[in-house]
């Protein structure tokens, strides 16, 4: 009995000192004995069910393993016809070039305006090539995993005369550069996906904007002009030579769950979106981080706006993310020459940029900005929230009139709130460009940088709506809730300024 009870004992300590020898060998045993019985058990169940709808009766487990990926979604078709980019020859490797491609493509669904148009699907891969227009009654689809590219060699970029209400050129004199994808005169266009980009590959642009040796203003990445009728939705933008998004005097624009991207800093004037000079525009679900401002409303600059006379109106801008180091998130102006009325921004967050909102003008704009609203936004560490300036001095050239005031007037400002903001509010008008009728309600915005005059305001007239926080400027009438008077404005119109934003 005791042999047997000490041969025991030596059998357990032998065990012990085999597992502590080969802890990772067992370890490794243990994982791969429990996968295989997962699979087994998964194939089992695969097994069963193929069985019970009459498919094949083994192999379960081999078919498990050797499974190929789901397949990409299939495009829907949104016309009567509808073709692949790879019927016209394009190779989708990123180094191949495709415009002749495209331009086939496209030729071959305006030939189709009669019957409804045509469909092009750019199915996944790197399609480079260099600028192309769209045609009317034409849906342009790009597949998850698909990347329109545009070749970075300047010479392949077409030049186009000055925009009309720029006079001579925006950052040079004289042509500018076509955009990647244009189109002028057009109607029923649509650019959507399964979130494809369009990538403009901007970085020898920014580089050759700061050494200044282009000879021409950049080109944005998608332009649309005098056109109507345009949706663009669920797809990716991204690094622009210049403004990506600009639809130019058009009619009828909706813009939905659009990203937008670029590097907040050393990317210059990548605006993300710019209604120019645009009626009944609608921006929704959009998220927007980018080197310049991230939404900008425009109607062209000085003389030469006030001439082509075209405004921007009726424009809603709602459920919208941005980002804006450099610039702001949501701006109007600065050329404004031809008239901006009747916006509404609602439900926009801000965040970690230098401005929220911001109106901007200045003497020789002419002009009016009216009829503006901004509602429930939230500021998220930014350094000014409300901007409003009237100093904006760039010029088209020396021919701008001296006497071409301005006129702002009815903007309201409710449901502001945020965090972390140096300056609340800077509302600078001046003695010819007055600030009238603009009012501020339910406003909260916390503070990062306490000094006196946090909530500046000069050469402005309006109202508060108790309950409005940080204390507003003397300036403005103050209403209680329930809309009676409270306090009276006080006249005060220094235009000093405590900070550089």
């Not at 394009?90 to 491609?101: I, L, P």
């Amino acid at each position: 009995m005791v042999e047997t009870g000490v041969g025991r004992l030596h059998q357990r300590r032998g065990a012990v000192a085999f597992v502590a020898a080969n802890k990772a060998l067992l370890a490794a045993a243990w994982v791969v004995g429990f996968a295989l019985v997962f699979l087994w058990q998964s194939a089992s169940m695969s097994f069963g069910s193929a069985g019970a709808a009459g498919g094949s009766s083994g192999g379960g487990f081999l078919r498990l393993l050797s499974a190929p990926p789901p397949p990409p979604r299939a495009a829907p078709r949104l016309r009567p016809t509808a073709y692949n980019l790879t019927d016209f020859g394009a190779v989708g490797d990123g180094r191949a070039v495709n415009t002749e491609a495209f331009e086939r493509a496209v030729e071959t669904i305006a030939a189709l305006a009669e019957r409804g148009g045509g469909q092009l699907n750019v199915p996944p891969g790197r399609w480079l090539t260099a600028p192309f227009n769209l045609t009317s009654h034409m849906t342009l689809f790009l597949a998850e995993g698909a990347e329109i590219l545009g070749i970075t060699d300047e010479k392949y970029w077409p030049l186009m005369p000055a925009l009309p209400s720029y006079g001579y050129g925006q950052e040079r004199k004289g042509p500018r550069f076509g955009s990647l994808i244009h189109g002028q005169n057009l109607k029923d266009v649509v650019i959507t996906g399964h979130n494809g980009s369009i990538n403009g590959q901007g970085e020898v642009w920014w580089m050759k904007h700061r050494k200044r040796i282009l000879n021409n203003t950049r080109p944005p990445l998608v332009q649309l002009m005098w056109s109507k009728d345009i949706i663009i939705a669920n797809i990716t933008l991204r690094n622009s030579p210049f403004w990506h998004l600009h639809p130019y005097d058009c009619t009828n624009v909706t813009v939905s769950n659009v990203t937008i991207l670029s590097p907040v800093s050393g990317a210059p004037n990548t605006d993300g979106i710019d209604p120019d000079s645009c009626q009944d525009v609608l921006i929704e679900n959009c998220y927007i981080s980018v080197g310049d401002d991230a939404i900008a409303v425009k109607s062209g600059w000085d003389q030469y706006g006030i001439a082509y006379g075209r405004p921007s109106s009726n424009i809603l801008i709602r459920n919208v993310t941005a980002r804006s180091l450099v610039s702001a998130g949501i701006s109007i102006g600065s050329e404004m020459s031809g008239g901006v009325a009747n916006v509404t921004v609602e439900n926009v967050r801000i965040w970690e940029s230098r401005r929220g909102v911001r109106i901007k003008t200045a003497t020789g704009r002419g002009g009016y900005i009216r009829n503006i609203s901004y509602h429930n936004i939230t500021f998220d560490n930014l350094r000014a929230g409300i901007v409003i300036k009237v100093d904006y001095n760039e010029h088209a050239d020396d021919g701008y009139d001296r006497t071409a005031f301005p006129d702002i007037t009815s903007i309201s400002f409710k449901g502001i709130h945020g965090r972390g903001v140096r300056v609340p509010v800077r509302a600078h008008g001046s003695d010819v460009i007055p600030i009238r009728d603009i009012s501020f309600q339910d406003m909260s915005v916390g503070i990062s940088y306490k000094k006196k005059h946090i909530f500046q305001c000069s050469y402005v007239e309006g109202r508060v709506v108790r309950p409005v926080f940080p204390k507003p400027c003397e300036n403005l009438d103050v209403y209680d809730e329930q809309g009676q008077l409270v306090k009276r404005a006080v006249a005060l119109n220094s235009t000093e300024l405590d900070y550089d934003i």
